[in-house]
């Protein structure tokens, strides 16, 4: 029996996978290939734990045993169409920038997920939910230049957090984004995008306690 074809989008969603890399610089020829995780609706119905059900634009599944680490990425389709009905990732961003930031929120969470595991490391939700909010602009940004405050404001301040989510996640979230504005207005204050990478370069190898304590300074 041959495989199952892969979901209208994931070339796209891929291809977003790789610009993401690109952003710090990783090498794309031994970092892992995000299609082979990405998983349709049946899959995710077997694989998500009880309970949580609730309406989402995307799912990371993680689980840790003695073998290693357990991945597994859900995107909604519809937002998997957008991005293959759109001609380019500029697109995506002016006419369906809720489809790209799901797609970019599940590769980011991904790769710093096994970005992560590969030093050793810990990782927080918090941490794990700055870094997507960040990524989201970022990318963005680099394929919509010039289009900063209008994305801020979108990102930022037109926020609405998905039904079933408890208090403490919905704290979390709110955390996150005030956490993640306050290193997206520093990015927005650099003199080029050439800084600006270079910043997010040297943010992304920092530990995880030290990145969390400058964006905590910052949104002081």
Do not use: N
């Amino acid at each position: 029996m041959s495989d199952p074809a892969p979901p209208s989008g994931s070339t796209e969603f891929a291809a977003l996978h790789a610009h993401l890399q690109r952003v710090y610089g990783l090498d794309q020829a031994v970092t892992l290939d995000i299609r082979p995780f990405l998983v349709d609706d049946e899959a995710l119905e077997q694989l998500r734990p009880p309970g949580t059900d609730r309406p989402a634009d995307e799912w990371v599944l993680v689980r840790q045993s003695d073998a290693g680490l357990d991945l597994a990425v859900w995107i909604d389709q519809v937002h998997l169409d957008a991005l293959a009905d759109a001609p380019d990732a500029p697109s995506v961003v002016r006419t369906s920038l809720r489809s790209f930031c799901a797609a970019i929120e599940g590769i980011s969470h991904f790769m710093l997920l096994v970005e992560r595991a590969r030093r050793d490391e810990p990782l927080t939700l918090l941490e794990l939910e700055v870094q997507a909010e960040i990524d989201k602009f970022v990318s963005a940004i680099l394929h919509c230049p010039g289009r900063e405050p209008a994305l801020m404001h979108a990102l930022f301040t037109e926020v609405e957090l998905h039904e079933g989510l408890t208090a403490i996640e919905r704290s979390r979230y709110r955390e996150a984004g005030r956490l993640a504005r306050g290193w997206c207005d520093h990015l927005s204050s650099l003199p080029h995008l050439g800084a600006l990478l270079a910043a997010q370069r040297r943010w992304w190898r920092s530990p995880g306690s030290q990145r969390m304590a400058q964006l905590r300074a910052m949104a002081a």
